[in-house]
């Protein structure tokens, strides 16, 4: 039976010599990967390997997207609808591991900003542990919650078939998605996001060409006569199983690659056998950390989920239940290669700041979140305007079915307006998250997601008779009440005292 791990050192940490002594009274990061760089080079190390890895991510969804839009003619409405409902429970799947993982990130960071690898190194096995455990409770809940979740966003039967295949699909991996997804996140912890990045792609690659060739799907590019199809040489024709089959295999590889790295370690952090043995002390603190975070994520995953019942209920008035859903759908998959550069970001705010609140220096923490809001900013509004300008042509990337060429490009307009405002958002959270003001985050989302998000949608998009286009006024709309209120909590700065 192997032995628990040992209880933090902090001694065996603090006896390095006067070169420490001198970093932790200027308040510099003491160790692992950001040991002695500079804020913007830490920037540069932590969102460049994220934003190639979240870029990679938001293709593997467009791809899928796309894979459903060629399928034969007769169930591909019925597939997006139900890829796209499958969007959101994805979603759900990493809120449920960041949980976990924001928690071991937390403390992780904590321990390299003061340097104390022991503790980095106790976390990260219990962490690893709960990641196993907690894949397990998150697969039997995607299991037997398929169909009541089809059921409750009004899907036609066609849809609601293909969901529930897609989804208890993707259940079996839990897992191993949990042991990639937390694992990952650790070493975000550490200053490390090169290595977790690269597995990421190669998670996608793998995603990629398998539910390409589960699929049975010939992907045609272009529109014209002479436009130039990839003919699917195998015969598998799994349709949607073929799709969803691809995404839990890449989970599969990424589950094994990243117990791979993590066992061989990083610089300073290294995942040891016997510290995956449970640990109370150590375990309380990550959950600690860790559960107003899942909290948040599934208030604001419930509430995502009420919007597609809220366009369930405008598409059956008007397009006979399917279409819209899958016409918000692929905006939200455009939009999305706009908040990958403010997900980058906000993983670089959170883990510097983090750092930096372990070295001593709340100063240098707030600095270093104003500066990858600032960058953020610029590079997330520079994308809204491209959305506003050319939604149709991205759209027919996609679908060329009418309801889908008739909603979407509003769509696109209407997000590309509060581009900004996301990018404040995601980044400050981010941040927040990083030095463990959870508990805030979860607050203040909370508040503005069911007091002005959810009521605002409901009142444009049906009340006004609006539509689907009045329900993102209100959605895009509430990320400026949100992002003052994070604003507010980040110069308020009572963050700055909090212990993990």
């Known amino acids: 039976m192997p032995s628990p791990p040992p209880e933090p050192d902090v001694s065996a940490t603090t006896s390095a010599g006067e070169d420490d002594v001198g970093r932790v009274a200027n308040g510099e990061i003491r160790s692992g990967k950001l040991a002695g760089k500079s804020m913007w080079a830490a920037i540069w190390i932590l969102a460049a390997p994220v934003l190639l890895q979240q870029m990679m991510a938001a293709g593997v969804g467009m791809a899928d997207k796309m894979f459903s839009g060629q399928l034969p003619a007769g169930i591909r409405v019925a597939a997006l609808d139900a890829i796209g409902i499958g969007s959101y429970v994805g979603w759900f799947i990493g809120i449920a591991m960041a949980g976990l993982g924001i928690g071991g990130q937390a403390l992780i960071a904590r321990a390299m900003g003061r340097g104390d690898r022991v503790e980095g190194q106790a976390a990260l096995g219990q962490a690893v542990s709960l990641s196993l455990a907690w894949g397990v409770v998150v697969a039997a809940a995607l299991w037997f919650g398929a169909y009541p979740i089809a059921i409750a966003c009004d899907l036609g039967d066609a849809a609601t078939r293909y969901y529930v295949q897609y989804i208890r699909i993707l259940a079996m991996g839990m897992p191993l998605a949990g042991l990639m997804m937390v694992g990952a996140m650790c070493l975000h912890g550490a200053g490390e996001t090169t290595k977790p990045s690269l597995i990421a792609i190669g998670v996608n690659v793998v995603n990629v060409i398998c539910s390409w060739a589960l699929s049975g799907v010939d992907v045609r590019f272009g529109t014209s006569a002479d436009a130039w199809t990839l003919t699917n040489p ?30 061989r370690g990083v610089k300073d952090l290294r995942l040891h056998v016997s510290a995956l043995a449970f640990h109370r002390t150590m375990a309380r603190r990550i959950v600690r950390v860790g559960l107003p975070n899942f909290f948040e994520g599934i208030s604001m995953w419930a509430v995502n989920l009420f919007v597609l019942m809220i366009i369930g209920i405008i598409a059956a008035a008007e397009a006979g239940g399917e279409g819209l859903q899958g016409a918000h759908i692929i905006a939200v998959q455009w939009e999305a290669f706009s908040f990958l550069p403010g997900f980058a970001i906000g993983t670089a705010a959170g883990a510097l700041a983090g750092q930096y609140l ?22 997330m509004g520079l994308l809204g305007i491209v959305f506003m300008l050319f939604g149709n042509a991205l759209t027919s990337l996609i679908s060329l079915e009418p309801v889908h060429l008739d909603h979407t490009p509003n769509l696109l307009f209407i997000c590309g307006t509060v581009q900004i405002f996301f990018a404040i958002t995601m980044v400050v959270r981010q941040g927040l998250r990083g030095v463990g003001d959870t508990r805030w985050t979860f607050l203040i989302t909370t508040i503005s997601s069911y007091g002005v998000r959810l009521p605002a949608a409901y009142l444009l998009g049906v009340t006004c008779g609006l539509g689907i286009e009045g329900i993102w006024l209100g959605l895009c709309g509430e990320f400026v009440v949100r992002a003052s209120l994070f604003s507010w909590r980040f110069f308020h700065g009572g963050w700055k005292g909090i212990e993990v």
């Open 358 to 379: 372990g070295a001593g220096n709340p100063a240098m923490a707030q600095r270093a979140v104003v500066a990858c809001v600032g960058v953020a900013a610029v590079v």
């Open 234 to 263: 195998f015969s598998f024709d799994l349709h949607v199983g073929g799709i969803a089959a691809g995404t839990a295999i890449g989970y599969a590889f990424g589950a094994a690659a990243t117990a791979w790295v993590l066992l």
